[in-house]
């Protein structure tokens, strides 16, 4: 298959850490709405969905069972490919950050380095990668790596080599955050660079180049794109989003402009060798 006709998995984040209802009133707060958002998002062509949780009243949570009762609601309901993230909020110990493992889901991130992130540190060393790695492995838990720097790029295309990241290599490279790298197309040749050949990488990016860089990533064959309140809450310059799914419909309308096949969720398991979850 060449890279024009590898079909890209969109994959919606949306709740993150940080964004607020201040921010954007549409933002999901308990597991129910998450669920429900998930499930339009999946509607609109979303393959893979990238969970954090919040407390009722909106604060970031590190709580198992908001991620169990997530995921629970989503898999009565849709075949979407479930992601926990192990990044959490920047004031998260490593401990909180690892709690949604627990909820069994299809694949987890997993940060391969450390970075300011904003005004915050956040702090992911190498022994605290492993422990994520390995409680994934133990739970059966597929991984895609977080990367927001070359560094990170570096660092866990070596874990992988090792064999200390399993195979396949599921590689999230992210754009634009304060802190990370910047986002522009030599950014991108940088961060793609490191990448060993048979990768499924995909591309995150935040702030007002967001969808340039979504545009070049297709263009330089990404097999994914990210998007969603936890990236963006806004459609276009001022516009805010109305919602997570019509972050997704725009996402799938601009993979398509470049004559992108969208996956389904049957070919993202495909792509990111993910079967379903078989309940033990
Ligand atoms: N909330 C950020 C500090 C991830 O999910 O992997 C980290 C984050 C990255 O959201
Ligand atoms: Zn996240």
Same mark, same amino acid.
């Given at each position: 298959?060449?890279?024009?006709?590898? *079909?890209?998995?969109?994959?919606?984040?949306?709740?993150?850490?940080?964004?607020?209802?201040?921010?954007n009133p549409a933002l999901p707060h308990t597991p129910a709405e998450i669920?429900?958002?998930?499930?339009?998002?999946?509607?609109?062509?979303?393959?893979?969905?990238?969970?954090?949780?919040?407390?009722?009243?909106?604060?970031?949570?590190?709580?198992?069972?908001?991620?169990?009762?997530?995921?629970?609601?989503?898999?009565?309901?849709? *075949?979407?490919?479930?992601?926990?993230?192990?990044?959490?909020?920047?004031?998260? %110990?490593?401990?909180?950050?690892?709690?949604?493992?627990?909820?069994?889901?299809?694949?987890?991130?997993?940060?391969?380095?450390?970075?300011?992130?904003?005004?915050?540190?956040?702090?992911?060393? *190498?022994?605290?990668?492993?422990?994520?790695?390995?409680?994934?492995?133990?739970?059966?838990?597929?991984?895609?790596?977080?990367?927001?720097?070359?560094?990170?790029?570096?660092?866990?295309?070596?874990?992988?080599?090792?064999?200390?990241? %399993?195979?396949?290599?599921?590689?999230?490279?992210?754009?634009?955050?304060?802190?990370?790298?910047?986002?522009?197309?030599?950014?991108?040749?940088?961060?793609?660079? *490191?990448?060993?050949?048979?990768?499924?990488?995909?591309?995150?990016?935040?702030?007002?180049?967001?969808?340039?860089?979504?545009?070049?990533?297709?263009?330089?064959?990404?097999?994914?794109?990210?998007?969603?309140?936890?990236?963006?809450?806004?459609?276009?310059?001022?516009?805010?989003?109305?919602?997570?799914?019509?972050?997704?419909?725009?996402?799938?309308?601009?993979?398509?402009?470049?004559?992108?096949?969208?996956?389904?969720?049957?070919?993202?398991?495909?792509?990111?060798?993910?079967?379903?979850?078989?309940?033990?």
């Amino acid at each position: 298959m060449t890279w024009d006709e590898l *079909p890209v998995v969109v994959t919606v984040a949306p709740t993150g850490a940080e964004v607020t209802r201040a921010d954007n009133p549409a933002l999901p707060h308990t597991p129910a709405e998450i669920a429900e958002d998930v499930l339009a998002c999946a509607e609109a062509g979303a393959a893979v969905c990238h969970l954090h949780v919040r407390e009722e009243d909106g604060a970031p949570s590190s709580r198992r069972e908001l991620f169990v009762e997530a995921i629970e609601r989503i898999r009565e309901r849709s *075949p979407i490919i479930t992601m926990v993230s192990t990044g959490g909020a920047v004031w998260m %110990p490593m401990e909180e950050r690892m709690t949604g493992l627990e909820a069994e889901p299809d694949l987890a991130g997993v940060e391969t380095g450390s970075m300011n992130f904003g005004e915050d540190p956040f702090v992911t060393v *190498p022994a605290d990668a492993r422990r994520v790695v390995e409680r994934a492995r133990e739970l059966d838990v597929g991984l895609e790596a977080e990367m927001f720097d070359v560094g990170h790029v570096v660092a866990g295309v070596r874990m992988f080599e090792r064999g200390e990241l %399993p195979a396949p290599l599921r590689a999230n490279l992210v754009f634009g955050v304060p802190g990370g790298v910047d986002a522009s197309p030599e950014a991108l040749d940088a961060m793609m660079r *490191p990448l060993p050949l048979g990768t499924h990488w995909s591309i995150t990016a935040v702030g007002r180049h967001q969808r340039r860089m979504l545009a070049l990533a297709l263009l330089h064959g990404a097999g994914g794109i990210r998007v969603g309140f936890e990236d963006g809450v806004y459609l276009r310059r001022g516009v805010l989003a109305a919602s997570n799914a019509e972050l997704v419909a725009d996402a799938v309308g601009l993979a398509q402009t470049l004559d992108r096949r969208v996956a389904t969720i049957d070919e993202a398991r495909e792509l990111l060798a993910c079967p379903v979850r078989v309940s033990r």
